[in-house]
């Protein structure tokens, strides 16, 4: 299971995707606070991501390192693993985990599991679990295929069991309250991830009212020419929801202002902001061409070298 845990790292490193399959939140719990979605998928059929890995060079590179996965997992990242879901409470570790669906080879993925000298398998309300020592992460990790196209990797036994019961009851997080505070664009979007405000007491008075935000959410949109980055706010009120708005649109113009940073100017000229007064929630939005992105992303490469 630590192989599906690399598998899911890789993938949300490799950022940019979506939109859990039908059915994913369900696996969900209720009590979530961070939800981050990934579209492997739409990703690696994307002219962006085809470009990134042309100007890096590194065609033969990623063909060969799939080629290594493949033959430990028997999935291609690029072909197989479609979406990868990962939820928790904020400060609580061993809430987290991670859903990975795709066409996943349970035989090759379980045989590696049991390489790990302190493996074992139990049964949990009828699914059957792989158990084993993360060294780490310094602590026992559990990871079952949940269904035929998803399969789990669980920091804690408790976090399993919730999942389970989240599916079983229906009462996961896609059918929770908080299920309205999701990005609206999620299904378009290649990522998307939300961070809702704890309910619950939290140590050192960590979030204290003064954002007032209920959550805060974004999603990363891989078009044919360019990338949109939807970042939204669901404020407390509508006082604290304008207060926000004023907050964007002075980011806006201050970055307009900067003339000697033409990137800046640019991404500052066509970005939007909107109100949706019923829900409090106020956006911004930023539209960059792919290839300012990539050119971007190059040159900070080139200055780590």
């Known amino acids: 299971m630590k192989t599906l845990t690399i598998l899911a790292a890789g993938a949300l490193a490799a950022l940019p995707a979506f939109a859990p399959a039908a059915g994913a ?17 739409q990703v690696a059929d994307s002219k962006f991501f085809a470009e990134v890995v042309k100007t890096a060079g590194a065609e033969e590179k990623l063909d060969a390192q799939m080629q290594i996965v493949t033959n430990l997992t028997g999935s291609d990242l690029r072909k197989d693993l ?25 035989a090759k993925l379980s045989s590696l599991l049991q390489v790990n000298p302190d493996h074992k398998t139990v049964e949990v309300k009828g ?9 780490g992460d ?38 929770s309250p908080k299920a309205e505070l999701l990005p609206k664009d999620r299904d378009a979007a290649s990522a998307w991830g939300l961070i809702i405000k704890p309910e619950r007491a939290m140590p050192n008075g960590k979030f204290k009212e003064t954002f007032q935000a209920k959550s805060v959410h974004a999603a990363v949109v891989l078009g044919d020419e360019e990338v949109t ?23 806006i113009a ?13 991404i500052a000229t066509g970005a939007k902001t909107s109100l949706d007064a019923a829900a409090n929630t ?8 792919n290839a300012e992105v990539i050119k971007a992303m190059k040159k900070k490469g080139d200055k780590k070298k």
């Open 229 to 251: 980055v939807r970042l939204s706010s669901t404020a407390v009120s509508k006082e604290a929801a304008e207060l926000w708005l004023d907050a964007a649109r002075g980011l």
């Open 82 to 106: 479609d979406r990868v879901t990962l939820s928790g409470r904020i400060d609580d570790d061993a809430s987290f985990a991670v859903l990975i669906q795709g066409r996943l080879d349970e």
């Open 138 to 175: 310094k602590r026992t990790k559990y990871g079952a295929f949940l269904a035929p196209d998803t399969a789990g990797v669980f920091n804690s036994k408790a976090t399993l069991e919730a999942a389970l019961a989240a599916k079983e009851s229906g009462k996961g997080f896609a059918s």
């Open 282 to 289: 106020v956006s911004l939005e930023l539209t960059l061409p």
């Open 25 to 41: 939140l369900d696996w969900v719990p209720a009590d979530a606070e961070v939800v981050v979605s990934a579209n492997v998928r």
């Open 254 to 266: 201050v970055a307009k202002l900067q003339g000697e940073n033409a990137e800046l100017h640019k």
């Open 127 to 135: 699914v059957k679990v792989h158990e084993w020592n993360d060294k």
